[in-house]
């Protein structure tokens, strides 16, 4: 199992390499939120509530196999006439298929980015150019949840997806285990944000994470998550909070400063 997380970990950096550094790109926009929500993260209509509504489909690059879901970036549009310093930041909810842009953002974080009144301007241009950089999810007064989908069954069946996941970072594996035993079995991820099994114990279930920060990766523990009267459609608070920070070296665009 050593053996495994390292080489998980070591590849798992490879691929998320300098998330902090600042790309360049162009940004797009639908019309409908709905479009985002009910994408391939799995998030459903719970979307719509995230992040004020300011969310994103992400290319492949930057969804990861659904590993990006949930993952926060801010992105300012280029043209300084047009839009501001700040930009907006997004939420990732979806998969952008479309390899012109690097993200397609709902009409309401695509018009976040204008400058005051500027707007509708800026939704008449269809597509800007871009730079954008990964940035922290903060939910400072929220710990990491667990809701548990509606296809599950008690016992044996669970499926689930995290809400909340804090910090700048990925899920890349998920464990569960009885609470007060050491027989782990784990969760596979079925698509996007969704992860499952159908060899879960009865009674109440505690959960550990792997999470990865740029190179590094750590185990999250959460001792006492689901009751052993779990149910489909309830969302859980895991007791823990997510907050790790990228910490690879991405000389010499590290600094986090937008020029």
Request: aromatic share 10%; glycine share 10%.
């Amino acid at each position: 199992m050593a053996i495994f997380l390292c080489f998980l970990f070591l590849a798992i950096s490879y691929a998320t390499a300098c998330d902090r550094c600042v790309h360049q790109s162009k940004v797009a926009y639908f019309s409908r939120a709905s479009a985002l929500s009910s994408g391939a993260c799995g998030y459903g209509s719970m979307a719509t509530g995230f992040n004020s509504g300011h969310l994103a489909g992400a290319v492949s690059s930057l969804y990861k196999d659904g590993s990006g879901c949930g993952a926060c970036f801010q992105i300012r549009c280029k043209d300084a006439a047009l839009c501001s310093r700040e930009g907006t930041r997004v939420i990732v909810t979806d998969l952008n298929r479309n390899n012109q842009t690097d993200f397609v953002l709902s009409s309401r974080a695509f018009m976040a980015m204008a400058n005051k009144d500027m707007g509708r301007n800026i939704l008449k241009q269809g597509i800007v150019e871009v730079e954008y950089k990964r940035v922290p999810c903060e939910y400072k007064n929220q710990n990491l949840a667990v809701r548990v989908e509606e296809s599950s069954k008690n016992p044996n069946y669970l499926a689930i997806k995290l809400l909340y996941q804090g910090g700048q970072t990925e899920v890349v594996a998920i464990d569960f285990a009885k609470v007060g035993s050491s027989n782990w079995g784990f969760l596979s991820r079925n698509h996007g944000a969704v992860w499952d099994s159908d060899r879960v114990p009865s009674g109440a279930l505690q959960f550990r994470f792997v999470i990865t920060a740029g190179f590094d990766g750590k185990w999250i523990w959460a001792r006492n998550v689901l009751p052993e009267d779990w149910k489909p459609g309830m969302t859980y608070d895991s007791g823990v909070q997510i907050t790790d920070i990228a910490q690879e070296g991405c000389s010499p665009c590290d600094d986090g400063t937008w020029k």
